[in-house]
């Protein structure tokens, strides 16, 4: 059976439910974290990847939400490695935090309003194929951080990616790419861009109204134990046309090869050398396979 962590205690996940007046459902007025738990089926162990870090950007993005979700940082790892005790997952999961303004006020502000904080955990394979992506350069631009807070996971604002990767997804593509309202590129519809060009890993600058992705530091970091480099800079429409390699990277769709962008096919149009090396470390990385990496792992005994 599925459960939560809600209001300090455990709970089926069906019974963690809120009222159809509460402040967040009818505002946005939330905040999230994607955490992945990789299954080794051959130690028949549980890995979180990178929990601490995901739960510091848990707490920055409450803090600009104003919102307390009346944990610490090491509580809420804690509940969260407990919630995933207790389900005694064999195979992969996807953890999902949520903190969110809960009273049933009619009313748009974040003052004076009751927070909650409450964890789930579902097991969860692939969410975008692995083996090559075809994605489209979308008509809605990336919103600006001085609207809705693009280092912020706010509930809210995943609006804007809903609409994004529906008219990518009704149109025949797996993804959609976005742009600033500069004409720069940004991100994925919910996840980080990376181009390969002459070797070298290029990433749209954190100024870019890109959210600052985890994922996306452990491929810089991932890089550099494989000897290739990495630099972050402006990167323009036209330059995806003509890239040797892209691929997507996040918690959600982990690393991500685009084989064909706007009908056009990257490089050569196959997987190419630098992502599927980087891809075979990161998933041999985060089911504990290599030792130098176990400090990004917690263990769910």
Known sequence: ???AYFNRQYLPLEQATVSIATHALNYGTGCFEGIRAYHNQEQDQLYIFKLREHYERFSQSCRIMRIDP??????????????????????????????????????VTLDG????????????????PTSGIHVCVSAWRR???????????????????????????LAGFDDAIFLTEAGHVAEGSAANLFMVRDGVLVTPEISENILEGITRQ???????????????????????????????????????????????AVGDGKVGDITLKIQTRYNQAVRGL??????WLTLVD
């Open 113 to 128: 309003i009751r927070d909650a904080f409450g964890v789930f955990a579902v097991p969860l394979g692939n969410y975008l």
């Open 1 to 3: 059976m599925p459960l």
């Open 143 to 169: 919103l600006e951080d001085n609207a809705i807070p693009s280092r912020a996971k706010v509930t809210g604002s995943y609006v804007n990616t809903a609409l994004a990767a529906t008219d990518a997804h």
């Open 70 to 107: 009346g944990h610490s940082i090491e509580e809420m790892m804690a509940r969260t490695v407990e919630l995933l005790q207790q389900q005694d997952f064999h195979e992969d999961v996807y953890i999902r935090p949520l903190a969110f303004k809960a009273d049933p006020v009619i009313k």
């Open 290 to 295: 290599i030792k130098e990496y176990h400090p």
């Open 218 to 264: 452990t491929v810089v970091d991932v890089a550099e134990d494989l000897g290739i480099g990495a630099i972050s800079r402006t990167i323009d429409r036209s330059e995806l046309y003509i890239a040797d390699e892209l691929f997507l990277v996040g918690t959600g769709v982990q690393i991500s090869p685009i084989t064909r962008i706007d009908h056009r």
